[in-house]
């Protein structure tokens, strides 16, 4: 069966400091990946997305970034947090297009 | 543009009601799928439910039922005979073509709050 690890299950760090999260799935191959970032309010907004190994697609301009080195471990990366980055950060695999996203346990970042 | 709205932000409701959270979308595809996601306070999203946009038949899952209607594009769930381990925050979510690496586009979500 499939599962999707991700980590650290939450962070602090200060503002300017570097981030990197991680998250790998295991029992499939090619699957499609996902970072989201879920802010106080609730809603979910698409980071990036990756359909390749070395494929990412920005939806949001920020200091973030993304990257797929392997064919199942998603990087999510930052050079400088800012105070605005804070949330929950979600990560995610589907396994074609419009087919059903299972995420990660989310890993919960505060910038202090 | 790819749209989905959950107008009720928080219900609260006493444990063994029913309870309907509403979900309304818009979208130019002509094929899509819906989605339901359950958030408990443990944060992972949890999967419910995946709907095509050709299948309008109401489906049932134990205390768990959708009612998809293309005609009002809604797709809302009633959960039956609330428990308090129902409590979360629900998502309804759209997949099209014209969604970016055809990711989910979430709603807002509703808050559910089941008391004994």
């Known amino acids: 069966s499939q599962t999707i690890h991700q980590w650290p299950a939450t962070l602090v760090q200060p503002v300017g400091s570097p981030l990197s999260l991680e998250c790998t799935v295991e029992?499939?191959?090619?699957?499609?990946l996902y970072w989201y970032r879920q802010a106080a309010g609730r809603g979910l907004q698409l980071l990036f997305y990756?359909?390749?190994?070395?494929?990412i697609s920005s939806e949001v301009p920020q200091n973030l970034s993304a990257s797929r080195p392997q064919d199942r471990q998603f990087i999510l990366s930052s050079k400088k947090l800012l105070l605005s980055d804070s949330g929950f950060y979600l990560c995610?695999?589907?396994?074609?297009?419009?087919?059903?996203?299972?995420f990660g346990q989310g890993t919960r970042l505060t910038v202090v | 543009a790819q749209k989905v709205t959950q107008a009720q932000t928080e219900i609260s409701v006493v444990e063994k009601e029913d309870v309907t959270l509403d979900c309304v979308y818009e979208?130019?595809?002509?094929?899509?799928?819906l989605f339901w996601y359950k958030q408990p306070p443990s944060g992972e999203l949890v999967f419910l439910i995946r709907?095509?946009?050709?299948?309008?038949q109401n489906e049932i899952s134990g205390r768990y039922s959708w009612n998809f209607q293309k005609s009002t594009s809604s797709f809302n769930f009633t959960i039956t005979a609330s428990q308090v381990v129902d409590s979360a925050v629900y998502f309804c979510?759209?997949?099209?073509?014209?969604?970016?690496?055809?990711?989910?586009?979430f709603g807002k979500g509703t808050s559910l709050l089941v008391t004994p």
């Open positions: 029992g499939t191959s090619n699957p499609n």
């Open positions: 995610a695999w589907s396994p074609g297009v419009m087919t059903e996203a299972f």
């Open positions: 990756s359909v390749g190994i070395g494929q």
């Open positions: 709907r095509n946009s050709f299948d309008e």
């Open positions: 979510a759209l997949s099209g073509h014209s969604n970016s690496g055809y990711a989910l586009n």
């Open positions: 979208t130019r595809d002509t094929t899509y799928y």
